[in-house]
């Protein structure tokens, strides 16, 4: 299973830093992503993409996460190299990760 099966997800750059936020399908898809959406886990799944920190913000009220994902952006929209200056790929990315049992 995947964060897709469960989830919605977007993407955006503000600086160097992408923001991706997650919205869980339902309580229980919820509570299987707190248990799953670590930092070491996403930067483990971004792998090279994501140079910087991790930074996971649950939002039980709304079955949500703010994910910020540090120096991925090779300096921002107006100085990267990157094909997606803006990381509107990064939410497509999270959505692939696998999910453990």
Known sequence: MQVKDIA???SGDKGDVVNVGVLALDDAAYGRLLRALTPDRIKRHFGEWVHGKVEVFPMPNINGFNILLHNALGGGATKTLRYDVTGKAFST????MDLPE
Do not use: E, G
């Not at 990315?93 to 692939?96: I, K, Q």
């Open 93 to 96: 990315a999270l959505l692939r």
């Open 8 to 10: 919605y997800a977007r």
